[in-house]
């Protein structure tokens, strides 16, 4: 697996920026994907998750309501769609691919991170 986050940058609160996380490996179909994030001198902590079938979708309360998780297995894509932006969005976000089927928010589920994509919204 190799996974590429990308689409992050400088938007103002209220703004809108689409991630995404491809597979270039083309091997995370039958696997759950999460987006995390880590703000700077903070831990990482989970944002959202879905399950390879992409019925199953979870987000972090912090999120719900103004981000929205998809995936399209036959792009090998995964994509984290974040409207109403603020400042406390401001992070490095990374994508990663689960050892299950299963929809999770815990990190340790996870096996294979991506490079990460910042994000940062201005007041």
């Known amino acids: 697996v190799q996974l590429q986050a990308s689409g992050g940058g400088l938007v103002q609160t209220g703004g809108s920026l689409r991630l995404s996380c491809v597979d270039s490996?083309?091997?995370?179909?039958?696997?759950?994907v999460g987006w995390f994030r880590q703000a700077p001198g903070k831990e990482r902590e989970f944002v959202a998750t879905?399950?390879?079938?992409?019925?199953?979708?979870y987000y972090a309360d912090s999120v719900k309501g103004r981000f929205t998780i998809s995936r399209d297995n036959a792009k090998n894509t995964v994509y984290l769609q974040m409207d109403e932006l603020k400042p406390e969005d401001t992070a490095v976000y990374y994508c990663?691919?689960?050892?299950?089927?299963?929809?999770?928010?815990?990190?340790?589920?996870?096996?294979?991170w991506g490079q990460g994509t910042l994000v940062t919204v201005s007041s």
């Open positions: 990663a691919v689960s050892r299950s089927s299963s929809a999770t928010s815990r990190a340790s589920q996870y096996r294979y």
């Open positions: 879905i399950a390879w079938r992409g019925g199953d979708t």
């Open positions: 490996k083309r091997t995370f179909s039958n696997n759950a």
